[in-house]
């Protein structure tokens, strides 16, 4: 396992996105909808750097189900906080083929979000022909390596490491 980016490397750059999704949202009401299970260390974090009041939720989606063939996403947890008229943050640790974001924000859409944004803490460098090609905040991208550790697993596993790894 190789560590590509340090804990303090990623303290570093959710500062840097917590203060420029601050001033994005000065003055809106900002809700953000966090993909679990990955996106929980990273929301977790990059919530306590945004200075505004917001509103939290999450969301679980099967990415590699459903989505892709039939448009549909595959729901395991439902959100609690209806998203019509909302300012909406989606909050995810990995943007890969990207399917699941472009799925999740055309399901926003669909609900009659006022606006529909993406925060990823990862970014492969890939084409992504039918996925979202770029977050609106994006902390590192990377090469196309298998990610593990700050929400990302192998199996379930090394979702707590404090650091992100390559697995190979
Ligand atoms: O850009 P994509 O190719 O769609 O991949 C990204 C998604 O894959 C992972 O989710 P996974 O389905 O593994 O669930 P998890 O969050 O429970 O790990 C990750 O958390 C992202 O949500
Ligand atoms: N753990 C993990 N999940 C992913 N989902 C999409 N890409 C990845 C990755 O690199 N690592």
Do not use: Q
Not at 115 to 144: C, S
Request: one cysteine or more.
């Amino acid at each position: 396992m190789e560590i590509l980016y340090r804990s303090d490397e990623i303290a570093g750059r959710i500062a840097a996105m917590g203060a420029e999704i601050t001033e994005y949202y000065r003055g809106k009401e900002l809700t953000l909808v966090t993909l679990m299970t990955g996106g929980l260390c990273f929301a977790a974090d990059l919530a306590r750097a945004i200075d505004l009041p917001l509103w939290i939720d999450s969301l679980a989606v099967a990415s590699y189900r459903g989505c892709r063939s039939t448009g549909e996403l595959e729901f395991r947890s439902m959100l609690k906080l209806d998203p019509a008229g909302r300012e909406i943050l989606i909050l995810d640790e990995v943007l890969d083929s990207g399917t699941t974001l472009k799925c999740v924000c055309d399901y926003f859409g669909k609900r009659g979000a006022a606006g529909v944004r993406t925060a990823v803490m990862v970014e492969k460098r890939l084409p992504r022909p039918n996925g979202l090609a770029h977050a609106d905040w994006t902390g590192f991208v990377t090469g196309t390596r298998y990610l593990v550790g700050y929400g990302l697993d192998a199996d379930e596993l090394y979702r707590n490491l404090p650091h992100i790894a390559a697995l190979d």
